[in-house]
């Protein structure tokens, strides 16, 4: 059997679906919201079935030519691991320095792994992409950021 890329994200795709749809069975519902046509786990349901299908879809359909196959000796494994470091390191620095500073820097680091050595260009990208998620999540949809303990032993809570 000739495994592709296709195979391998479809497969990856179908795997992320099925948890998704079993983990929505533990979303809460409000008393008598079971009989309702609609509540809190008929969207992501939803969307578990519809990713089931599309992934199914893709594994029907992927090609199984062998000048697709999958060929792992072109990628580039230590830069995943770095990102993957990366991505557990702004996830401890957000309780210490608050959602803004620990995704600038994020971004910052992210892009100088991938590559990126213009000081101006990995300022001028992260901080305004930065700020706007951070306005779009704390002013717009008005959901609560912890500032970070650095700020609040700094300036106060």
């Given at each position: 059997?000739i ?10 795709f179908?795997?992320l679906?099925?948890?998704y749809?079993y983990y929505a069975?533990d979303?809460p519902?409000?008393p ?6 609609f ?7 939803a ?6 299908v599309?992934?199914?879809?893709l594994l029907?359909?992927a090609e199984?030519?062998a000048?697709k ?8 494994f ?10 557990v390191?702004?996830g401890?620095?957000l ?10 820097l994020?971004?910052?680091?992210g892009f100088w ?7 101006k ?8 992409f930065a700020v706007?998620?951070w ?6 949809l008005?959901?609560?950021?912890a500032p ?5 032993q700094?300036?106060?809570?």
């Open positions: 059997m495994i592709t890329k296709d195979h391998i994200g479809g497969m990856g179908l795997l679906s099925a948890f749809g069975g979303i519902l409000l008598g919201d079971e009989f309702e046509p509540h809190a786990r008929t969207v992501p349901y969307l578990a079935i519809l990713g089931g599309i992934s199914l879809a029907l359909t199984r030519k000048e196959r999958l060929r792992l000796n072109n990628y580039d230590a830069l995943v691991a770095k990102l993957l470091v990366l991505i390191i702004f401890l620095a309780e210490w320095i608050g959602f803004l500073l620990a995704t600038v994020f971004l910052i680091a792994l991938l590559g990126e050595r213009r000081t260009m990995l300022l001028m990208v992260s901080v305004p706007g998620i306005f779009i999540l704390a002013k717009l008005d959901i609560y950021l970070g303990q650095l700020f609040v700094l300036f106060g809570g």
